[in-house]
């Protein structure tokens, strides 16, 4: 099927929306005593309450014979086999390959890619320990104790998140820096602090051409060798990981300090694979095994549970009511955790670059809606912040709410208004609270009639704001693995119903080819007239702001 507009269940979801949309969750709890149990689900670690989303069972059931009509199972199975299905890209998508913890074949052109994987998580494994255990020294036979990953995108994104997630696993005394951007603040406040006796970079680039890594990475050079004068210190200071042996060479990284990876691997999927090089350092590589362990005990619920009791497949369905019949823009992420503070920007990337697309498998313009904006910050902060038009404002925004029962460590009764907050968050958005409520409360409270009037339209909620409630035991290296291989399914399953590539991302290229044009033309004073004449302008208004001329 090309789209999903075109499948049986399509119409039929449209009369569904029109008899449900203005149904309350509300009273839909109290016509089901049994709702919460059957709207939740357990994968492994990771608990989903979806209880509170505008759904009744007519609704999960043509979801899910929705997915079926666009062949979301076959299409499962066609990634854990190693089809080729970034097809514009000529590429099989197997992140899934990289945390494999059951070592079962998994073959591209009819190689098993195991042995390559485990060869390069024992690379790892052993530069990882030298480092940490200060075996693997600088040129003055100091050990390391700054690491400066130098990525941009899916190089820096993941490993910056889930290094920072799980910063209470963390080796006291080995910091780890992450840059990213081309403004030359990021890597000179970064390196301000720093000694180049003791600090190690990681060159981190799929391609190794990427012009902001690529530049930030020769200045890193320069800065160190202020220090050590001499190229020869250059291998004990600088490892590459990508998957471009040449270009390394060229750099002038000894390929013996490269850790590779594979073009199955897309950037924003590749925290697994030896981009992670940053998370091993920093937790130690038995921590890092642990993070893909919890996201292979996601991968096999998601190639293995039928699609009713499957999270991502719930997950992923879910947003698809949202986005083509309730017509959402957005999508809130709000993980009440400040360790989980990358998350919600992490998971921008992977949703809005792999969904963001509006051509279907076979070329066809959609004819529907594709991935929402994904946005979010972590509870409580976003409470004092945005939360008012989530509440009140006019537009419906879908909200995963994410926590951990327990932190150890921390105080408990603190860690207890955190939970209080999130639950209390989720049940006023569904509730809300009706004329008569407020009603009864000013009245209870001795208010003047006329002030109670003036103020009682202001102070309504109504209330049937959908929510996904997902919590986990504990912030682990495992528990955390699960949650994000729980998100990239998710993505996947919305990916295939919409019958989009989830995997390419023609559209970050166009930008990064017209600056190359650009950057030159800003070189001299002449005055620019090739561009539209907005773009024209601004140059011309650049060229003279920048000589103060203006
Ligand atoms: C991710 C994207 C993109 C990519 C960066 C960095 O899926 O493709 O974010 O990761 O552009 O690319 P390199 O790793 O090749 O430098």
Redesign the pocket.
């Known amino acids: 099927m090309s789209k999903p507009t075109q499948t049986q269940a399509w119409p039929k979801l449209q009369k569904h929306f029109q008899q449900i949309k203005e149904q309350h969750m509300q009273d839909m709890f109290a016509k089901d005593s049994k709702r919460f149990s059957n709207y939740s689900l357990q994968a492994g670690q990771v608990f989903l309450d979806y209880s509170k989303n505008r759904i009744n069972q007519e609704t999960m059931k043509l979801l899910f014979s929705l997915a079926r009509d666009m062949d979301l199972e076959p299409r499962i199975q066609a990634m854990f086999n190693g089809e080729k299905i970034n097809f514009t890209e000529h590429r099989s998508v197997l992140h899934i390959a990289l945390r494999n913890r059951s070592n079962r074949a998994i073959m591209v052109d009819g190689q098993d890619v195991m042995p390559e994987v485990n060869r390069v998580l024992d690379k790892m494994s052993s530069f990882s320990s030298r480092v940490r255990q200060g075996r693997w020294q600088g040129w003055t036979k100091k050990p390391i104790k700054d690491v400066v990953n130098i990525?941009?995108?899916?190089?820096d994104l993941g490993p910056k998140m889930v290094t920072k997630a799980l910063s209470a696993y963390a080796k006291p005394g080995l910091n780890i820096h992450f840059v990213s951007n081309v403004d030359p603040a990021h890597l000179e406040n970064t390196l301000a602090t720093l000694d180049q006796q003791t600090t190690l970079f990681i060159i981190a680039?799929?391609?190794f051409t990427?012009q902001e890594?690529m530049f930030n990475a020769t200045r890193a050079r320069e800065w160190f060798l202020k220090g050590a004068m001499d190229e020869m210190h250059i291998p004990a200071h600088f490892v590459a990981v990508s998957t471009n042996t040449s270009r390394v060479r060229e750099f002038g990284i000894d390929p013996e300090n490269m850790f590779s990876f594979w073009d199955w691997v897309?950037?924003?999927f590749s925290l697994w694979s030896a981009i992670g090089l940053p998370i091993a350092l920093s937790i130690g590589m038995d921590s890092f095994i642990e993070l893909l362990s919890g996201a292979h005990e996601m991968d096999e619920h998601f190639r293995n549970s039928p699609l009713e009791q499957n999270m991502p497949a719930v997950m992923g369905m879910l947003g698809i009511w949202y986005s083509d019949f309730f017509k959402a823009q957005t999508h809130a992420l709000l993980p009440y955790s400040q360790y989980l503070e990358e998350f919600p920007a992490y998971m921008q990337?992977a949703e809005m670059?792999s969904n963001g697309k509006s051509v279907t498998l076979d070329g066809q313009q959609t004819d529907y809606e594709t991935a929402p904006v994904i946005w979010g910050e972590p509870g409580t902060n976003g409470q004092h912040a945005f939360f008012q038009l989530l509440h009140q404002g006019t537009r419906l925004v879908p909200c995963d709410f994410i926590i951990f029962a327990r932190q150890p460590n921390h105080h408990p009764k603190q860690h207890r208004l955190l939970l209080a907050n999130y639950l209390a968050q989720t049940e006023a958005m569904m509730t809300g609270r009706t004329k008569a409520q407020v009603l009864k409360e000013m009245q209870a409270g001795k208010r003047p009639g006329k002030e109670i009037s003036h103020l009682l339209p202001h102070r309504v909620f109504p209330g049937n704001r959908p929510s996904n409630s997902i919590m986990l035991p504990e912030l682990t290296p495992k528990s955390l693995g699960a949650l994000i291989a729980l998100y990239e399914h998710k993505i996947f399953v919305q990916g295939a119903v919409w019958n989009i590539n989830s995997f390419d991302?023609w559209g970050?290229e166009l930008g990064k080819e017209l600056a190359r044009v650009i950057e030159p033309e800003l070189e001299d004073d002449l005055e620019v007239s090739s561009h539209d004449p907005s773009t024209n302008g601004l140059i011309n208004v650049w060229k003279a702001m920048s000589r103060n001329k203006v």
Request: charged share 20%; hydrophobic share 10%.
């Open positions: 990525g941009i995108g899916g190089s680039s799929k391609t990427t890594t897309g950037g924003r990337q670059e991302q970050v």
